[in-house]
């Protein structure tokens, strides 16, 4: 029996054409990016939470170690229903102790990734992620790879 085709009452312009990548598609291209770079001994995954009203979203950039077991938060973006103006802030993982924390507001892509670009470049940032990527090549052993 043939069935009835499904009532669609959506607009049509809900979904269109290109959109700026929100901070949370330019995350993940950063944890990729990562894990590409290290040979997937650290890569980045992004864990999301809402306000709990759904008006207010948190991006966390968590750094994944999986020889070492290691799920830490890098940093986080909050950002509102649009996905700009968004906050990018460190977390303490990084904090420099007796120090504020490092954070940047962003109106667009452009902005959270030179941000971004900033952030990783901090010597504090590089120094941890080393700090992983050696441990995690150490538990591995040199005869399985390297990173």
């Known amino acids: 029996m043939p069935t009835a085709p499904m009532l669609d009452l959506w607009p049509d312009d809900l979904v269109g054409g290109p959109v700026p990548s929100s901070p949370i598609g330019v995350l993940r291209q950063q944890g990729e990016a990562l894990g590409a770079r290290t040979h997937n001994f650290v890569h ?20 994944v170690a999986p020889f070492l077991r290691l799920r830490r938060a890098l940093l986080k973006v909050t950002q509102g229903l649009e996905p700009y103006p968004a906050t990018v802030v460190e977390t303490e993982l990084t904090k420099e102790p007796n120090q504020n924390e490092w954070s940047r507001d962003v109106n667009n892509e452009r902005e959270l990734q030179d941000c971004l670009r900033e952030f990783f470049n901090e010597p504090r940032v590089k120094q941890f992620v080393r700090t992983v990527i050696n441990l995690s090549n150490d538990v591995v052993g040199p005869e399985n790879g390297n990173a």
Do not use: A, P
């Open 44 to 63: 980045g995954e992004v864990q999301t939470s809402d306000s709990g009203d759904g008006k207010r979203f948190t991006h966390f950039l968590m750094l």
